[in-house]
């Protein structure tokens, strides 16, 4: 019987569903937590020994919750695997995961992310500020509690999209894409950044909804290998290879990671349709990339 089943990914249920699966996988671990600004924990999991591990981050954007409950039954599935023996899309897992290792961050948002199910109560003592932004409107909140967007939020462009932002009429806190004061000012991205300084990921993932299309590529220092890692992936999962535009092109997670280290990382826009999806679309959105998932953990 699954631990991880098709409901709404809300900040007691993820940590209910991370307790069962360390209690059940030992393998399985928790590294330190960061903490959100309405003191959230956000869960780290670790799995495989090998030093330079690949990066799973899901939950950037409140309302793109379905990327949560993917990333965390991806993980419910290659804990079973391992323990099993069974296979995941036809591979071996156990002995292909041999000296290797992920590291998951199934809801980098737990903040944004309860305001987009649960409204103004998931922003606890800033309620009043989160409600006089969404006006009403919670289920598309994507910024966290305080009003900025995360994937806005990166040093990696920062000012530039800052200048765009002000043209654009996004002047300060709001539902999407205001990237705060300045860059890595919010506590979620400076976690994930210094997470980042401390463990040398060979590559990065930053699951987002919606449109099937996967973004690899951000400046010069774009290695080589990264188009063709981005081939692999769409072949996989019959994505396509992108490049964001506008007041996406530039302050993402994914983008900050390429800058920094030069090394590989992907922006992967799970489903269609319209955020947030809808939690009937789960079961056929999974299918589609488990094995794309998997295989970004073997490159």
Not at 73 to 89: H, N, P, Q, Y
Not at 147 to 160: K, M, R
Not at 168 to 183: D, E, F, L, T, V
Request: aromatic residues 10%; glycine residues 10%; hydrophobic residues 40%.
């Amino acid at each position: 019987m699954s631990i991880v089943t098709a409901c709404h990914p809300d900040y007691a249920t993820v940590r209910d569903w991370a307790e069962a699966l360390t209690k059940k996988y030992p393998f399985l671990e928790k590294m330190e937590p960061g903490r959100t600004s309405l003191g959230r924990s956000i869960l780290c999991l670790t799995l495989g020994q090998a030093e330079d591990k690949v990066l799973y981050v899901g939950g950037v954007h409140g309302s793109e919750w379905l990327t949560v409950l993917t990333l965390m039954r991806f993980t419910e599935k290659l804990c079973e695997a391992i323990d099993t023996g069974r296979r995941v899309s036809n591979i071996d897992v156990r002995n292909a995961m041999v000296g290797r290792g992920l590291v998951i961050v199934p809801c980098l948002n737990p903040d944004g992310t309860e305001i987009a199910l649960r409204g103004a109560a998931g922003a606890l003592w800033n309620a009043r500020q989160v409600s006089a932004l969404a006006k009403g409107d919670f289920p598309h909140w994507q910024a966290n509690a305080r009003g900025v967007d995360l994937n806005h939020n990166f040093d990696a462009g920062w000012e530039i999209l800052h200048e765009m932002e002000i043209k654009s009429g996004i002047r300060g806190p709001a539902m999407r894409q205001y990237g705060g004061p300045a860059a890595h000012s919010e506590p979620e991205s400076s976690w994930l950044v210094k997470l980042c300084r401390t463990y040398p990921f060979r590559h990065a993932l930053a699951m987002h909804s919606q449109g099937e299309e996967i973004y690899w590529c951000y400046g010069d220092n774009t290695p080589p290998r990264s188009k063709v890692m981005a081939g692999v992936l769409a072949a996989s999962s019959g994505y396509q290879m992108s490049s964001p535009d506008g007041l996406a092109s530039h302050g993402g997670f994914k983008d900050w990671f390429i800058e920094e280290f030069h090394r590989p990382a992907f922006t992967i826009e799970i489903g269609r349709g319209k955020n947030p999806l809808p939690l009937s679309d789960y079961p056929d959105v999974y299918d589609k990339i488990e094995e794309m998932l998997l295989l970004a953990a073997l490159m």
